[in-house]
């Protein structure tokens, strides 16, 4: 599987009490992310009419520039600047246009999906959220079709976000490293994965777990690191063990990581 990724967050600066230059006051309270309803929905309208206006050819309905719920998620992702989300959400949209998310199906990629290497799992992690588990050792960029690849990871993250419980979010993504060998290296894949999350299903990666990646993966690590910028904050390095007793129960942890 393969994808391509984008600013850590900076926090504000704020002016010492005592200087003789006057405070920096933020022109746009709207900053914030916590708006009210009446706020978040004017914003919501502004940015819809002004896709109308100056986007008109993009597509319309669910995942569309007239999808209330989209607009409004942008809109959170870039704390509430419509400028900005005008400009993401335009790039995501296009992007499923092109990339013909509507039209994916789990029979177009059935092949690919038969090896094994990803899959949602079908229970929630403790946190309730829906979980994507990538098998490392199962993935072979010299055999696999890239494309393919590419097709099967948005399909899983697309069914990872159906299986969302009301009132949540995120995912959790889980990279099984066990049985990693340089064969089953691919930079490429690994920066398509996170672009596609940074670029068009922004936070919605709640957690990455990296389960038990051995020494030769962290020179594959450091080179995508860099790439990921706030994502990188997501990474969690640990053990097969800590996924059981930490993110699972019993009867809710994926059949690899049962004892």
Not at 17 to 41: A, D, G, M, Q
Request: overall charge positive.
């Amino acid at each position: 599987m393969a994808l391509r990724l984008s600013h850590p967050l900076r926090h504000p600066f704020f002016s010492p009490i005592h200087t003789n230059k006057p405070t920096r006051i933020c022109k746009f309270s709207i900053k914030n992310e916590s708006l009210n309803l009446v706020e978040s929905h004017k914003l919501v309208m502004k940015v819809k009419e002004k896709l109308e206006k100056d986007h008109h050819s993009l597509p319309v309905g669910k995942n569309g520039r007239d999808d209330e719920d989209l607009i409004l998620w942008f809109l959170k992702d870039r704390k509430f600047d419509t400028e900005a989300a005008v400009s993401k959400l335009t790039k995501a949209i296009k992007w499923r246009q092109e990339f013909h998310v509507s039209e994916l199906s789990e029979e177009s990629v059935e092949r690919i999906a038969g090896t094994g290497k990803a899959y949602v799992h079908d229970f929630l992690d403790v946190n309730d959220r829906p979980v994507l588990v990538v098998v490392a050792s199962k993935h072979f960029p010299a055999k696999h079709d890239q494309t393919e690849n590419e097709k099967l990871c948005v399909i899983l993250i697309e069914k990872a976000l159906s299986k969302l419980p009301a009132g949540k979010e995120e995912i959790l993504g889980i990279f099984d490293f066990r049985g990693f060998g340089t064969e089953n290296s691919d930079f490429e894949f690994l920066k398509f994965l996170f672009d596609v999350f940074y670029y068009y299903y922004p936070k919605r990666l709640g957690q990455v777990l990296f389960v038990d990646a051995p020494f030769l993966f962290l020179p594959l690590w450091q080179l995508i690191k860099p790439l990921l910028k706030s994502y990188a904050s997501l990474v969690r390095f640990c053990s097969a063990d800590t996924v059981r007793k930490e993110y699972f129960t019993t009867t809710t942890v994926p059949a690899d990581f049962r004892d």
